[in-house]
């Protein structure tokens, strides 16, 4: 069951060129059925989220808003990816998970993930070659590199930070400050 939890939290649905050499390259479908490339958020620093009905991102939200509303005008963007497909196999009866809905209001894009299965993100994100992952975390307790699920790219696009799904947010924002002021 593990394995299974973690080989589907963690995913995200994008659309994928076989030219992609970076985030920039990526392109997504908001939860209105829109499709934005990331290449629109080049110059930002950004917090990628991958939620779903019972990650404890979806319990975050509200902090993930209040990062967005301090840090927005200084050039930080959140973006979340909602793993839709959990919620079947997951909730009782099928029933959808109020975090995973277009009602909840938030400033910052939230993507749609129908089928977390294909994920080009996912493989770029956690296959990069990097030594970002954050100094305090056990990989082993985690579920390995894929117990990872918020990650930060700087203003290029290059991931900096890799960060367990528990990791104090109080930390994040000083690393997102220190990425928004070098």
């Known amino acids: 069951m593990c394995k299974f939890f973690f080989s589907f939290l963690f995913t995200l649905s994008v659309f994928f060129t076989a030219e992609a050499q970076g985030f920039s390259d990526f392109s997504s479908v908001t939860m209105d059925g829109r499709t934005i490339s ?64 277009k009602e909840r209001k938030v400033s910052y894009p939230r993507f749609a993930v129908p089928n977390s299965k294909d994920n080009a993100i996912l493989s770029y994100l956690y296959n990069t070659q990097t030594q970002v992952v954050v100094e305090d975390a056990d990989l082993h307790s985690t579920g390995g590199i894929q117990g990872f699920n918020k990650v930060l790219l700087d203003r290029s696009g290059k991931i900096v930070r890799i960060y367990p799904l528990n990791y104090e947010l109080y930390k994040i924002r000083e690393d997102i400050k220190k990425f928004l002021h070098p």
């Not at 939200?61 to 990816?81: A, H, K, P, S, T």
């Not at 079947?88 to 029933?95: D, F, K, T, Y």
């Open 38 to 101: 990331f290449a629109d958020y080049q110059g930002k620093v950004i917090l990628v989220v991958q939620s779903s009905p019972i990650s404890v991102n979806a319990w975050q939200c509200d902090d993930f808003e209040d990062m967005q509303r301090c840090y927005g005008d200084l050039g930080f963007q959140v973006l979340e990816f909602l793993c839709d497909d959990l919620n079947e196999e997951i909730l009782p009866g099928g029933g959808k998970s109020h975090f995973l809905t």
